[in-house]
């Protein structure tokens, strides 16, 4: 178990310098970035020199790219343009969008799981037909459409939430937002958790759990529902650096300033600092989340061994 | 680890999510705060995309803090976009070049310090420093020894400028590099601000929260979410604050800001959505404002480009003018947030300041049969299509570059003279236009800085201007730009101005597609909201119910 862990470990370094060099070329194909600073006028040509020299922009790329890989190891992730740090930014955007991520793994928990152990027990019966079909309804709608109508209704026709979050993003707020963005993932785990539970209800081990005379509710637990599990965790440990990033749309309806907007801001401004900076974070996130499925596997089906 | 291992996870992510929630609360959300002369307005605000300084900021989310933060020597009247004595007692000169300017007694910013002629000199040598990479330094530019603090290339020789002279505590005269006679009257932009003493001492602490000489404090400054004015008590001026204070907040999207006004969370949104226009009137009826503001909206050429810099290229600059149907598209696509345009300006300098509605004629009116003559007499548009670029960011402008394209191709019974050419982001665009690799034609517009005639026309068709970014040169128009400044009585520039645009009208360097209008809209919890020339709610005169 030891050396996996190392192994994976080692195995992520590759990984992360190939991924933040790729999003570091990418942003660079875009062009200048300082030519949209000074709005629809050109920037005069000496001020907009030393901008360039100030971000590093005159230097070749590969220049460009160690010198941000050297900073970044001593925790210097460059400034916006806007002159705030981009770990300040990170450290503002960062909580929030945990925070909103945590929201919607839990629902995908609770809310997806359980109707996947209800319509795999009941296969064929109305409730299982009827909750099909309402997964299917959710996966086909873009997330946008829900936010919007959930935003219209339950914010300004009816009024039960206010239709923005405000800037603390404290977490009664977050429960609307963390429901659209779980949504479609949550959807997906119901139906995975379905499948999976259907499977195993014929298992050998189910039978003799069953014959035992254990009670049915054990057998569900405790056998059948732990053996089903190890898809639905692979799902959702995938799913958290899926959220993470692209709640963008997300954060966008409900006026959320977490990661999602600090890169669309990014993006739109070219602001090479702040969109590497959070994507590697973002890739760290996704590697982190990865290498914990892998490992709860072991957990969860003591059979898988890791060399 | 058995059995519950997955109740266990989801108690523990639910824990861990209530702790995070009590670490970021604290912040009490909303306007609240009570009614009346303390009430408290809350308005949609964007990120600025530079550090707030005065001299730095060039965008509207910036300039809107710096309107309530900062008094310069003159103020834009709110209403008609007059330049009015602030700070200055008295701007003189006999020559247009040499200006001597008192500064009125009895100003102090914020913090207690004076406001004297050295916070505005330092204030301006500051802003004109190539060191302090200051996007606004250009509003220098007219003063003696610029090009010594900010040279084109190369480094500095001089830190300060040499055309700015302390002769007292509240005096200071400014010598010119030529003569501009409407220079006094752009002193009202916010780049022309006097700075405190604490500014230079302590940029950062400054920076992170500005101290001004206007009607409002900074209580609270949250970077990128929000920042919360309060009204100053002790503010000099008499266009003191009529609320208590305004909390600015930062909105993802203005489609959330006008869905919060709807839902009685906000008091005002400074910028309705294109895509709400549509219901607006049915949504605010009289709290919905849309006025117009000092912004022209124009179709730009190469003259870089050979082809389009000959008589024939004239012509079909001409013909494609009139092969637009402004009125259409500004009332189906823009819903009347925009004016057709009939000369280079903008209505909000009035019939005084410049504004004739008109000018234009016919090469501005919409005449599919004359547009098709012209342009095939001239030998057709060159390259045989017309590529009209734009940024497809922000700002919907695929619509209307459509739009326009349609009427172009309707007019000329061909689908295929027109087409839109989207650049995905706006800095790519402003690349494109600036390292002039655009061969079409390409959306322009123009945001005065100050409502004068002059910045409508000197700063985008003068030869080598800042922004006549499609490299026009014509020497009649620079010797009536030239002549007009000259002019001392400030009619008579006025005119001359007028004159050096009918070369426009002969040459049609760029082809004016409509004026732009503010549009706000507002609770019913506040009154007297308007939005002066600039498309800036005039937040001093806000009065809370």
């Known amino acids: ?307 | 680890m058995r059995g519950a291992t997955h109740v266990k996870w989801a108690a523990c992510a639910v824990a861990v999510a209530l702790a995070a929630t009590a670490c970021g609360g604290g912040d009490s959300g909303g306007g609240g705060g009570g009614g009346g002369a303390d009430g408290i307005v809350s308005s949609s605000w964007g990120d600025p995309q530079n550090p707030l300084e005065p001299s730095n900021t060039n965008e509207v989310q910036g300039g809107k803090v710096l309107d309530m933060l900062f008094r310069g020597l003159k103020r834009y009247d709110p209403k008609t976009g007059e330049a009015k004595n602030m700070l200055a007692d008295k701007i003189e000169s006999s020559d247009a070049t040499n200006y001597t300017i008192t500064v009125k007694d009895g100003w102090t910013f914020s913090n207690g310090e004076k406001v004297t002629a050295k916070s505005f000199v330092d204030a301006w040598n500051y802003g004109a420093a190539l060191k302090n990479n200051q996007k606004n330094a250009y509003f220098f530019q007219y003063i003696d020894g610029y090009e010594k603090v900010h040279p084109e290339s190369g480094s500095a020789s001089a830190t300060t400028l040499s055309g700015l002279k302390t002769t007292g505590d509240l005096t200071f005269t400014v010598k010119l590099s030529q003569k501009f006679s409407l220079w006094p009257d752009t002193l009202g932009y916010a780049a022309f601000s006097p700075l405190p003493q604490s500014f230079f001492d302590d940029h950062d602490g400054w920076l992170s929260k500005p101290v001004g000489n206007g009607p409002y404090t900074i209580d609270s400054y949250a970077k990128g979410s929000s920042m919360n004015l309060r009204r100053w008590d002790d503010y000099p001026g008499d266009d003191k604050a009529q609320n208590g204070g305004i909390d600015l907040k930062v909105y993802t999207d203005n489609n959330t800001a006008y869905t919060d006004l709807t839902a009685g969370n906000l008091d005002l949104v400074d910028d309705i959505p294109a895509s709400q226009l549509t219901n607006v009137q049915s949504d605010l009826g009289d709290r919905y404002i849309n006025t117009p503001a000092g912004i022209i909206q124009t179709l730009a050429f190469p003259f870089y480009d050979k082809e389009w810099d000959t008589e024939n290229g004239r012509k079909v600059r001409q013909g494609l003018s009139m092969a637009i149907n402004r009125q259409q598209i500004t009332d189906q696509i823009f819903h009347q947030t925009r004016t057709p345009a009939s000369d280079w300006t903008s209505p909000v300098l009035g019939d005084e300041g410049g504004f004739k509605k008109g000018l234009c004629g016919k090469e501005c009116e919409y005449d599919a049969d004359e547009a098709k003559k012209m342009i095939s007499d001239a030998g057709g548009i060159p390259g045989g299509q017309l590529k009209i670029s734009y940024n497809a960011d922000t700002g919907s402008h695929k619509e209307w570059v459509d739009a326009v394209c349609n009427s172009i191709n309707k007019a000329l019974d061909n689908n295929r003279a027109c087409v839109g050419g989207p650049v995905g982001t706006f800095a790519d665009f402003r690349n494109q236009v600036s390292q002039q690799k655009l061969t079409g034609a390409w959306r322009a517009g123009w945001q005065m800085d100050y409502p004068l005639i002059q910045n409508f026309l000197q700063p985008l068709y003068y030869t080598n201007a800042s922004s006549n970014d499609g490299k026009w040169s014509n020497k009649e128009f620079d010797d009536l730009v030239d002549k007009a400044n000259a002019e001392t009585d400030k009619a008579g520039a006025v005119k001359t101005f007028q004159d050096s645009e009918q070369v426009l009208v002969e040459q049609m360097p760029v082809i004016p597609l409509w004026y732009q209008n503010g549009s706000a809209g507002y609770s019913d919890r506040v009154s007297n909201v308007s939005l002066n020339v600039f498309s800036v709610p005039v937040y001093n005169e806000i009065k809370v119910k």
């Open chain 1, 1 to 307: 178990m030891g050396r996996y862990v190392i192994r994976r470990l080692l195995q992520m370094i590759p990984v992360f310098f190939g991924t933040t060099l790729l999003i570091f070329l990418m942003v660079n194909v875009m062009g200048d970035p300082i030519a949209g600073l000074c709005g629809d006028r050109q920037c005069d040509p000496a001020t907009a020199a030393q901008l360039r020299s100030e971000f590093g922009l005159d230097k070749p790329v590969w220049q460009q790219y160690l010198t941000y890989m050297g900073n970044v190891f001593t925790g210097d992730f460059g400034t916006a343009f806007n002159g705030q740090k981009v770990t300040e930014l990170m450290a503002t955007a960062f909580p929030i969008t945990i925070r909103l991520t945590l929201v919607a793994i839990f629902f995908e928990i609770v809310i997806g799981i359980s109707l996947g152990v209800l319509t795999g027990l009941k296969r064929g019966r109305p409730i299982d037909t009827t909750v099909l079909i309402l997964t299917l309804v959710v996966i086909s709608i873009p997330t946008f459409v829900t936010g919007l109508l959930l935003q219209l209704l339950l914010g300004v026709k009816w009024g039960i939430i206010s239709p923005s979050v405000s800037s603390a993003a404290p977490l009664d707020e977050l429960i609307v937002p963390g429901l659209v963005l779980a949504s479609v993932s949550l959807a997906y785990v119901a139906r995975l958790t379905r499948s999976s539970i259907a499977e195993n209800t014929r298992a050998d081990y189910v039978r003799t759990a069953t014959a035992k005379g254990l009670p049915r509710r054990r057998v569900i637990v405790r056998h059948l529902l732990r053996n089903s599990l190890i898809p639905v965790i692979t799902f959702i440990g995938t799913d958290v650096g899926a959220l993470m990033g692209g709640a963008i749309v997300t954060e966008r309806i409900f006026n959320i300033h977490g990661v999602g907007y600090q890169l669309y801001q990014g993006i739109l401004r070219q602001n090479t600092q702040t969109v590497v900076g959070f994507v590697t974070v973002l890739v760290l996130v996704f590697l982190a989340a990865n290498l914990i499925v892998d490992l709860l596997y072991a957990v969860l089906d003591p059979r898988i061994r890791y060399a």
